[in-house]
């Protein structure tokens, strides 16, 4: 199928793509990479009267240490993200996450604003920019505002942003000392999307006590979501005496609402996410206390 007819515009500046945001209102849908949108008008899933490729915005692009964050620009690709040695350093977890996006064709196209901004349940950024409370930048017509990512999601391919703004910028905490991080995910095939997964950030002291820690869980509810409860449980513990079988379990009590389809029922993804959560609690304990 082809994708109804829109009109189509390519703003110079984040501020004219806000104006055209405005001025259009719901008629009006950003484009980013493509990746997710532009399937769903080929199917008709979705229609819109105009389309706003933000795509030649240069200042949505890039990568930048800031003091104790690290920047990424919400139109910078994935693919861009995943070749970056200062990804790989300061944000390690984004690092790990972006290989498990699809295939390289999509992270070519796809962008970190546009995954994080679409808001699918079972897209890796969103968890991890929960795991790391991440913050977000968001222009609109009158002000730039900040919204931490634990408020940015609410609802099933739904968030915190209004219908005149746009995410311009993710920022995520660049975490020191002894730290580990872990992603694991389950899917039917390679770049399919998970049926359930999780993201861990860990950090402990010279006792190897814990001292902070991040719990992101995707594909496992309609939206993603912290997982505070096991959190609780793991902060100032010995990092060698965390059960991360039961810890697992735990994390999927945060759960009120998990999907069932053809893919695997309920129950199965709660199973397969507690041991997402088990796993990847064991690689970032592992990382965080040979460090």
């Known amino acids: 199928m082809k994708p109804a007819p829109f009109a189509y515009h390519r703003p110079a500046t984040a501020a004219e793509a806000v104006a055209l945001l405005h001025e259009l209102g719901d008629d009006a849908k950003v484009l980013a990479g493509g990746q997710s949108l532009v399937p769903m008008l080929s199917l008709r899933l979705a229609v819109f009267e105009h389309l706003i490729d933000i795509g030649g915005i240069e200042t949505l692009r890039g990568i930048e240490r800031r003091d104790d964050s690290l ?27 972006t290989p498990l996006i699809g295939h ?24 991890v920019a929960l795991a790391l409370d991440a913050r977000l930048e968001v222009l609109g017509p009158e002000r730039t505002r900040t919204v931490e990512a634990a408020d940015f999601f609410s609802g099933y391919w739904e968030t915190d942003l209004a219908a005149d703004e746009l995410l311009t910028g993710i920022s995520f905490p660049v975490w020191s000392g002894r ?26 002291d010279d006792d190897d006590r814990v001292t ?9 509810g309609p939206t993603p979501v912290r997982a505070r409860r096991a959190e609780a449980e793991i902060l100032g513990c010995p990092a060698d005496e965390l059960d991360a079988d039961e810890l697992g379990r735990l994390a999927l009590r945060d759960v009120e609402d998990v999907p069932s389809d053809l893919h695997g029922s309920s129950e199965y993804r709660r199973r397969v996410g507690a041991v997402t959560v088990s796993r990847a609690l064991d690689a970032a304990r592992a990382e965080a206390c040979s460090g």
């Open 71 to 97: 920047w990424i620009g919400a139109a910078t690709t994935d693919a861009a993200v995943e070749a970056s040695p200062e990804v790989a350093a300061s944000a390690p977890l984004v690092a790990r996450a």
């Open 104 to 127: 390289f064709q999509i992270r070519n196209r796809g962008t970190v604003g546009g995954s994080i901004a679409h808001a699918d349940p079972a897209a890796e950024y969103p968890a």
């Open 179 to 204: 730290c580990g991080f872990g992603i694991e995910e389950v899917a039917r095939r390679h770049g399919d999307f998970a049926m359930a997964g999780a993201a861990v950030a860990l950090q402990v």
């Open 212 to 220: 902070r820690c991040g719990i992101g869980l995707l594909g496992l």
